[in-house]
């Protein structure tokens, strides 16, 4: 499976954004997906993950309340949507596939990792 972010950009402290993350190839498999970012100097850290269904998330405790993971399954798309940003969530961007359940939410229980999306917060 090949995975394209989009949707970031510049936005001021407060606002909003919605990432998108498009599947092609083999999605005709259940995949369990993620987000994760990467500020500069920063290791790469969880944000948000959801399963094949929708009807299981976990967030990471900074982004609780403020960003939802939602996906759209006829459509190979998952989202993003971020509310209430701050310059701390500055970062790159990325979606991936969840490939190892018994890993909790580190980033080498993850694959296919898209190309990223740029989020910069003004404040």
């Known amino acids: 499976v090949q995975l394209v972010e989009s949707g970031g950009g510049l936005v001021q402290a407060g606002g909003s954004l919605r990432l998108s993350c498009a599947a092609s190839?083999?999605?005709?498999?259940?995949?369990?997906m993620g987000w994760f970012r990467q500020a500069p100097g920063k290791e790469r850290g969880f944000v948000a993950s959801?399963?094949?269904?929708?009807?299981?998330?976990a967030y990471a405790d900074s982004v609780k309340g403020r960003f939802t993971i939602s996906r759209d399954n006829a459509k190979n798309t998952v989202y993003l949507q971020m509310n209430s940003l701050k310059p701390e969530d500055t970062a790159v961007y990325y979606c991936?596939?969840?490939?190892?359940?018994?890993?909790?939410?580190?980033?080498?229980?993850?694959?296919?990792w898209g190309q990223g999306t740029q989020v910069t917060v003004s404040s």
């Open positions: 991936a596939v969840r490939r190892d359940f018994t890993s909790g939410y580190n980033p080498r229980a993850f694959g296919s």
């Open positions: 959801i399963n094949w269904s929708g009807g299981s998330t």
């Open positions: 190839g083999r999605t005709n498999s259940r995949y369990s």
